[in-house]
């Protein structure tokens, strides 16, 4: 079972949590369309490590940014997510 370290609850099972999008794949209304196709359609596919926006739904509802290894699950962070941080 793998367990996510909430900042605000602590370690917690992942099936409290849901796996929204990478940061890189966020858009914003106010973006080029040009911006919005690439970041939905040709953002990277890293084979290490990415940055995924998650929502501690059975919790505190909160949203976290984990850093998390692709292949291997491995997390290296979990942070709060400040939408104006950037990616
Ligand atoms: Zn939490």
Same mark, same amino acid.
């Given at each position: 079972?793998?367990?996510?370290?909430?900042?605000?609850?602590?370690?917690?099972?992942?099936?409290?949590?849901?796996?929204?999008?990478?940061?890189?794949?966020? @858009?914003?209304?106010?973006?080029?369309?040009?911006?919005?196709? !690439?970041?939905?359609?040709?953002? =990277?596919?890293?084979?290490? +490590?990415?940055?995924?926006?998650?929502?501690?739904?059975?919790?505190?509802?909160?949203?976290? @940014?984990?850093?998390?290894?692709?292949?291997?699950?491995?997390? !290296?962070?979990?942070?709060?997510? =400040?939408?104006?941080?950037? +990616?």
């Amino acid at each position: 079972m793998m367990l996510i370290d909430c900042p605000y609850c602590g370690e917690r099972a992942q099936a409290e949590f849901t796996y929204e999008r990478t940061l890189d794949s966020i @858009v914003s209304l106010d973006m080029p369309v040009e911006e919005v196709l !690439a970041r939905l359609f040709s953002r =990277a596919n890293p084979r290490g +490590e990415d940055r995924e926006l998650w929502r501690h739904t059975f919790g505190c509802r909160q949203w976290l @940014v984990l850093r998390r290894h692709r292949r291997t699950h491995a997390i !290296a962070a979990v942070d709060p997510y =400040a939408p104006d941080d950037p +990616e």
